[in-house]
């Protein structure tokens, strides 16, 4: 999976334009990244990628770049 | 989990109660206090459209006692008859005693009757027909009554929690009562699990005795009751058929606790069940707590009037951390019509008093 398509499956799950998000983007200034989105995000990464995210990893997330990153695939 | 098998009592009829004051969800977009976007987001993805809300100082126990009246004058039993009356709710009359002790005044049950409540949310249903069960099946008593609900809903709005996952928002108010009697060759299952290294999960710690002035509830922690939810319960689900060697698909409906659509779709899926056998009543009526497994079945079965025997799998889960399973056999006319609006108990004590408090 290209950059480009991890980043397609958090724009789809945020129900954002195609493009909005790069991985330098801040997640703090990503309105549609509330605690539901947060759930989503689980739900995505397990789904997906067999990554079980907890709380602290969670808060742990400063940029797309920081999600990105547990994409292995 | 603890296993529980009961032998010769079954759940005789189901009953729900809710407020008719409905709170629509989508109108909340357009208060001036509330975020539009929240709003849209929330309904997106709760599944949440609307809810009722009690009024004035109506509590769960009134609506509890209207359930469990509705079931007495549809003549399932005599006030004489019940030997065990548990009401589960987080939202009790009064610190004590028990809103069971109310209820069972306003039933005119007999003092030939045990009754008491037990603080739980949202597994209530099936600790409380387990709870009743058991007792039954070690007792001379033959019937028992199940209250289970709360008014979580009751209250202004925090609106200091808007843009979190905002529970006075979430939830709706009810409660669903349920008839247990001895009758030869029934019979059901439970399967129950709790953990307490979850307690501050979901909590409301303060003005009880160990913090007694404070907030009267905090915000909890969304993603691990989540993570909880999406694996424990599908894991206690799987447990629960294989012990009992019930697939599935022998039940006509997996009744989930109502929490919020993406926890039930979540659900479903990770224990392969289609969403179709999965009924949902959270759109209309909010997360209704401990009520919500019964209410569901009532929103569902309740106006349908014919003689058709259903297999009904339940799981409920929640605060505590607390969770279980129970399977069992109904028929759809034991299963009473949506009852709506109770009377708040009028108990006498004044509400004049002036609040105080010294250690």
Same mark, same amino acid.
């Given at each position: 999976?290209?950059?480009?398509?991890?980043?397609?499956?958090?724009?789809?799950?945020?129900?954002? /334009?195609?493009?909005?998000?790069?991985?330098?983007?801040?997640? /703090?200034?990503? /309105?549609?990244?509330?605690?539901?989105?947060?759930?989503?995000?689980?739900?995505?990464?397990?789904?997906?990628?067999?990554?079980?995210?907890?709380?602290?990893?969670?808060?742990?997330?400063?940029?797309?770049? /920081?999600?990105?990153?547990?994409?292995?695939? | 989990?603890?296993?529980?098998?009961?032998?010769?009592?079954?759940?005789?009829?189901?009953?729900?109660?809710?407020?008719?004051?409905? @709170?629509?969800?989508?109108?909340?977009?357009?208060?001036?206090?509330?975020?539009?976007?929240?709003?849209?987001?929330?309904?997106?993805?709760?599944?949440? !459209?609307?809810?009722?809300?009690? *009024?004035?100082?109506?509590?769960?126990?009134?609506?509890?006692?209207?359930?469990?009246?509705?079931?007495?004058?549809?003549?399932?039993?005599?006030?004489?008859?019940?030997?065990?009356? *548990?009401?589960?709710? #987080?939202?009790?009359?009064?610190?004590?005693?028990?809103?069971?002790?109310?209820? #069972?005044?306003?039933?005119?049950?007999?003092?030939?009757?045990?009754?008491?409540?037990?603080?739980?949310?949202?597994?209530?249903?099936?600790? +409380?027909?387990?709870?009743?069960?058991?007792?039954?099946?070690?007792?001379? =008593?033959?019937?028992?009554?199940?209250? @289970?609900?709360?008014?979580?809903?009751?209250?202004?709005?925090?609106?200091?929690?808007?843009?979190?996952?905002?529970?006075?928002?979430?939830?709706?108010?009810?409660?669903?009562?349920?008839?247990?009697?001895?009758?030869?060759?029934?019979?059901? =299952?439970?399967?129950?699990?709790?953990?307490?290294? +979850?307690?501050?999960?979901?909590? !409301?710690?303060?003005?009880?005795?160990?913090?007694?002035?404070?907030?009267?509830?905090?915000? +909890?922690?969304?993603?691990? *009751?989540?993570?909880?939810?999406?694996?424990? *319960?599908?894991?206690?689900?799987?447990?629960?058929?294989?012990?009992?060697?019930?697939?599935?698909?022998?039940?006509?409906?997996?009744?989930?606790?109502?929490?919020?659509?993406?926890?039930?779709?979540?659900?479903?899926?990770?224990?392969?069940?289609?969403?179709?056998?999965?009924?949902?009543?959270?759109? !209309?009526?909010?997360?209704?707590?401990?009520?919500?497994?019964?209410?569901?079945?009532?929103?569902?079965?309740?106006?349908?009037?014919?003689?058709?025997?259903?297999?009904?799998?339940?799981?409920?889960?929640?605060?505590?951390?607390?969770? +279980?399973?129970?399977?069992? #056999?109904?028929?759809?006319?034991?299963?009473?019509?949506?009852?709506?609006?109770?009377?708040?108990?009028?108990?006498?004590?004044?509400?004049?008093?002036?609040?105080?408090?010294?250690?």
């Amino acid at each position: 999976m290209t950059e480009r398509e991890k980043l397609a499956l958090l724009e789809d799950m945020l129900e954002l /334009d195609e493009g909005d998000l790069t991985a330098e983007t801040a997640l /703090d200034d990503v /309105d549609e990244y509330d605690s539901m989105a947060k759930l989503s995000l689980i739900v995505l990464m397990e789904d997906e990628f067999g990554v079980k995210l907890t709380g602290d990893m969670i808060k742990g997330f400063e940029t797309v770049g /920081d999600i990105l990153n547990l994409m292995e695939k | 989990m603890v296993f529980s098998q009961f032998e010769d009592i079954r759940i005789a009829s189901i009953a729900a109660c809710v407020p008719s004051n409905t @709170v629509d969800i989508a109108a909340l977009a357009n208060d001036p206090e509330e975020d539009p976007k929240f709003i849209k987001s929330f309904m997106r993805n709760t599944g949440i !459209r609307a809810k009722r809300k009690c *009024v004035g100082v109506q509590t769960a126990s009134d609506y509890a006692y209207a359930a469990a009246k509705q079931i007495m004058d549809a003549g399932y039993y005599k006030p004489e008859e019940i030997g065990v009356l *548990v009401n589960l709710t #987080q939202t009790p009359d009064y610190r004590t005693p028990s809103s069971a002790m109310t209820i #069972q005044k306003r039933l005119g049950l007999s003092k030939n009757c045990l009754a008491f409540d037990v603080n739980l949310g949202c597994s209530g249903f099936v600790y +409380g027909v387990s709870l009743a069960a058991s007792l039954l099946q070690t007792s001379d =008593a033959s019937k028992a009554i199940v209250t @289970v609900g709360d008014t979580l809903a009751r209250g202004r709005m925090n609106r200091g929690l808007k843009r979190s996952f905002n529970t006075t928002l979430l939830f709706g108010d009810g409660s669903a009562a349920m008839l247990l009697e001895k009758k030869e060759g029934t019979g059901f =299952a439970s399967a129950l699990m709790s953990d307490g290294t +979850g307690h501050k999960a979901l909590s !409301r710690p303060y003005n009880a005795w160990r913090h007694p002035v404070g907030p009267f509830s905090i915000p +909890g922690d969304d993603i691990a *009751v989540f993570n909880f939810t999406i694996s424990e *319960v599908p894991a206690i689900l799987t447990d629960f058929t294989n012990k009992t060697g019930a697939a599935f698909d022998t039940y006509d409906d997996l009744v989930l606790h109502q929490a919020n659509m993406m926890i039930l779709k979540n659900i479903a899926k990770r224990v392969g069940v289609p969403m179709e056998k999965v009924p949902v009543s959270l759109d !209309r009526f909010g997360n209704t707590s401990g009520a919500s497994v019964p209410l569901t079945i009532v929103d569902k079965y309740g106006a349908v009037d014919e003689d058709r025997e259903l297999s009904l799998l339940t799981c409920a889960f929640g605060i505590g951390l607390s969770w +279980g399973v129970v399977g069992f #056999q109904i028929n759809a006319r034991d299963i009473l019509p949506m009852g709506e609006d109770a009377e708040a108990y009028d108990d006498g004590y004044p509400d004049d008093l002036t609040p105080e408090w010294e250690e």
